[in-house]
């Protein structure tokens, strides 16, 4: 029973991370490219192309973290057995 739960916990944990990777990433993305927005049309594309790979790792990497931490957190609780 240990490993299913140690299976589980890992499974839960990768995939709550990379679904938090992917949805921050979005978000940070859409929060950065806001200060585009007053912008010209050529100095807004330039903006974009500036800001666009720095919101998405900085968002990626902390959903990421945040995901498997909060994904291991719920799947231990989840799968947890009181001893008797």
């Not at 720095?54 to 609780?77: C, E, H, I, R």
């Amino acid at each position: 029973m240990i490993k299913n739960r140690i299976l589980i916990c890992t499974l839960v944990a990768l995939s709550s991370g990379f679904f938090g990777g992917y949805i921050c990433g979005h978000i940070t993305l859409m929060r950065h490219s806001q200060k585009c927005q007053n912008q010209p049309w050529a100095l807004k594309e330039m903006c974009n192309t500036w800001v666009i790979p720095g919101a998405m790792w900085q968002g990626s990497t902390t959903g990421l973290w945040m995901g498997t931490v909060l994904g291991a957190f719920v799947a231990g609780l989840a799968t947890h057995q009181t001893r008797n």
